[in-house]
């Protein structure tokens, strides 16, 4: 089956560093991404990482160990607007469509 | 900045009745797919459409279930005859090709079913 596992909330204080893990087990992979989701909101694209290695962009970067089965998300310099949910997302298939498996999320709070 | 709008924002609907949520991709996108989230859960795939077909479809997605893009711009998902447990968050998305790793997400149909 599929499934994938993401810690359910994590704290941290504005300003600071914090990293949202995610491991998977798909029938197939072909990438992964997140999603940042506010509260009464859309699911927001953040970041796809198709191999293994670091993407940055700006204040967020993520991670990929395929291998490992593995990814993170790494949040910098922290902002209150920060707080939300965060979904990683697996592409199991490699066909016309992006039928991701989403993760169960995490829900981050920034505190001042 | 081009956008998935969706409407309605929300629906109640009474159990057994047929409802049709509608979308518009944004235009010049190719993949349509719907998504749903149930309160406090996790986002579910439904269903991916190209090329005027179903090209994936999860479990979730049985009869009750269809879709149609009845012209060029709208897509729409109807559940011919609404559960209670179809109360949930209806995301439409889209993406402008295969390749393309980035869905762009609609705000969403929240849809209530009494």
């Known amino acids: 089956g599929q499934s994938l596992e993401q810690p359910s909330e994590v704290t941290a204080v504005e300003g600071a560093i914090v990293q949202i893990n995610c491991t998977y087990q798909t029938s197939g992979f072909y990438g992964l991404s997140w999603y940042q989701q506010h509260d009464g909101g859309a699911p927001t694209f953040l970041s796809y990482?198709?191999?293994?290695g670091l993407e940055e962009t700006g204040r967020f970067s993520s991670f990929l160990s395929r291998s490992d089965s593995y990814g993170y998300l790494l949040l910098q310099e922290l902002q209150m607007k920060d707080s939300a949910s965060y979904f990683c997302?697996?592409?199991?298939?490699?066909?016309?469509?992006?039928?991701?498996?989403f993760g169960p999320g995490t829900r981050l709070s920034v505190l001042p | 900045e081009p956008e998935v709008t969706q409407t309605p924002s929300h629906q109640v609907t009474q159990m057994g009745q047929e409802v049709i949520l509608r979308c518009v991709p944004i235009?010049?996108?190719?993949?349509f797919y719907w998504y749903r989230q149930i309160l406090g859960q996790k986002v579910e795939f439904l269903v991916s459409f190209y090329n005027n077909e179903i090209s994936e479809k999860s479990e979730i997605f049985d009869d009750q279930f269809s879709v149609e893009r009845p012209d060029g711009s709208n897509f729409t998902l109807k559940i011919r005859s609404t559960k209670l447990e179809d109360s949930a968050m209806y995301f439409c998305?889209?993406?402008?090709?295969?390749?393309?790793?980035?869905?762009?997400f609609g705000q969403g149909t929240r849809l209530t079913v009494v």
């Open positions: 997302a697996v592409r199991d298939k490699d066909n016309y469509g992006q039928n991701f498996v």
């Open positions: 990482n198709g191999l293994d």
């Open positions: 998305a889209s993406s402008e090709d295969r390749s393309n790793t980035e869905a762009f």
């Open positions: 235009s010049n996108h190719l993949y």
